[in-house]
Nanobody
Framework: QVHLVESGGGLVQAGGSLSLSCAGSGRPFGGYAMGWFRQAPGMEREFVAGIPWSGSRTFYADSVKGRFTISRDNAKNTVYLQMNTLRPEDTAVYYC???????????????WGQGTQVTVSS
């Protein structure tokens, strides 16, 4: 079992930045691929960014490519999401997730955090 806790959400104006963190506990963090997803009211949960256990590559949804950066520090059991040039349409609850293989589908991840709210005002 992996327990994940997100932090760093909040309210920011359009064009601003936020940095999210996701701290893991339980099983060794380094064995898992990590992903960030988000869910806006009335919408399905969507993939945002992913990184394999090695951190050797990263991949992003087209909507955030060039603005968001995912990274991880296995020694600290933490994965990060740096969000720049935020837009009102980025408003959502952001979730981190852990799974055995990197992917863009929520079904590929086994463990989820409780989520952190990000609100971008226009």
């Amino acid at each position: 079992q992996v327990h994940l806790v997100e932090s760093g959400g909040g309210l920011v104006q359009a064009g601003g930045s936020l940095s999210l963190s996701c701290a893991g506990s339980g099983r060794p963090f380094g064995g898992y691929a990590m992903g960030w997803f988000r869910q806006a009211p009335g919408m399905e949960r969507e993939f945002v960014a992913g990184i394999p256990w090695s951190g050797s590559r990263t991949f992003y949804a087209d909507s955030v490519k060039g603005r968001f950066t995912i990274s991880r520090d296995n020694a600290k059991n933490t994965v990060y999401l740096q969000m720049n040039t935020l837009r009102p349409e980025d408003t959502a609850v952001y979730y981190c997730a852990a799974g055995l293989g990197p992917g863009t589908s929520a079904g590929q991840y086994d463990f989820w955090g409780q989520g952190t709210q990000v609100t971008v005002s226009s």
